[in-house]
């Protein structure tokens, strides 16, 4: 299924829904001008005067609304828009000696001219005010004034209520298209990251066939190489050129096949597709094997292996491997060459502390920010997945361990593991689960 974007709804500020009633203030305000002027046929003084009135009064509003709309600040804009109204309304009021098509007026302008807005109660009650005040001082029951203002006021707080009411609905209804379009965001990086997992459980699959295809081979090259070895310094007298392959050639050789086997057996181990069970192990071993493994990232560097007495611990030692191996060759590929990377175990009170350090480019405070995001990475297309520590931390953490991070620009990075010595039991395959929440970056190099 294909989402489209739909456009989003938008939320109109008091001055654009005004404008947005403009129309219908000026059929209105016609309206009743015309009911008032037409009480008036045959007395063509007044109704020439409550024409001649309503005209300019509509006029000046046509006016300010199209053109000094744009020119005027939308406050001062509507305190003249008041005076004008209330001036030559009053100035009607007189003329037709208050009559009550005239005072329907009043509230009718609290629906459309003075509500929606923080100031617009201030306007509203000038606005009353002087009608009330001039129909008063002419002479008008004052029951007049009072009944329509009452009115006005209700009509007023009706339209601020309603107003809210709606602005609100609207707030939520984008609230629900925002909460949507996160939704859909995860569930496009889920997509992402299930073919992401996709591919790496291919390589693996290709992997271990690559390893196992080298395996049977060097299984009888070690062995005749031990062999001829062994054959050779059994021999009492070897001539000049033998007795170099004896000395020198073949322990180098023999020292090159036992390195071939080790990457050969760390490879198998860790591309196995299946869940891994929880073992007892030997964090120093794995640490070797990881560097092993990443060795072809860190050719330019210095490696440092400092092994503590850490004993044995019980979890998941592939996982172990497969975090140090993608820290070392993060940090190989961050430090230039003649660098150094360190990988160092230490035993703890509560369980036990891995370190991969660098002297490498270090981290912006930005980097740091998003550095467990799943498919965050500073490397250009085809070279980074981002994916190596989301999976890293997630993998430590379903152990019930922790990864701190300490790195500045320019100073070198280092990812300390925490692992506890018994590692909690969650899920089988916890660690390929969708990441926790980023751990804290719990300091940073001074
Ligand atoms: P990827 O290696 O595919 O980019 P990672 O999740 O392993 O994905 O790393 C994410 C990003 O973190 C890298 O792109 C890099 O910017 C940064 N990073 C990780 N380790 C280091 C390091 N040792 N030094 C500097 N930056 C690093």
Known sequence: ?????????????????????????????????????????????????????????????????????????????????????????????????????????????????????????????VYI??????????????????AFSLLAVLCFLMTEKRAELLQRSLEHIIEQREQIAQAQDELR???????????????????????????????FVTSNVSSLFKDLKQQPVLDEPLKEYVDEVLPATMDGIKRVNAIVSDLRRFARGDPEVYSEYDPNEEAKAAQRIAQGQLHHVRVELDLGDVGR??????????VLVNMLANAGQATPPGGLVRLSTRSGEDGIRVEVRDTGTGMTPEILHNLFQPFFTTKPPGMGTGLGLAVAHSIITSQGGHIEVESAPGRGTCFILHLPRVAHRTSPGAAGRAPEPPPPLRSIMA
């Not at 203030?25 to 002027?37: E, H, N, P, R």
């Not at 007189?94 to 109660?121: D, K, Q, T």
């Not at 001082?137 to 004034?145: A, M």
Request: charged share 10%; with cysteine.
């Open 313 to 322: 611990v019980v979890g998941r030692p592939q996982q172990l491997v497969q």
């Open 129 to 146: 005010l002087v009608m009330d005040g001039a129909a008063l001082l002419s002479g008008c029951d004052p029951r007049e004034p009072l």
């Open 1 to 125: 299924m294909r989402a489209s974007p739909s456009k989003s709804p938008q939320v109109l500020n008091p001055e654009q829904v005004l404008q947005g009633l403009h129309p219908l203030m000026l059929s209105g305000s016609l309206l009743l001008s015309a009911a008032i002027a037409l009480q008036y046929v045959g007395q063509w003084r007044v109704m020439a005067w409550v024409f001649a009135s309503n005209a300019l009064r509509i006029l000046i509003n046509v006016l300010l609304s199209r053109v000094l709309q744009h020119r005027l600040p939308p406050g001062v804009l509507e305190w003249i828009r008041l005076t004008v109204n209330v001036s030559l309304l009053a100035g009607i009021g007189v003329g037709v000696g208050w009559s009550l098509l005239l005072w329907s007026y009043v509230p009718f302008s609290m629906f459309w001219l003075y509500g929606m807005n923080g100031s617009g109660r201030g306007r509203a009650l």
């Open 189 to 219: 990086m889920l997509h992402e990251r299930a073919l992401q997992q996709e591919k790496f459980s291919s390589l693996g699959m290709m992997a271990a066939g690559v390893a196992h295809e080298i395996n049977n081979p060097m299984a």
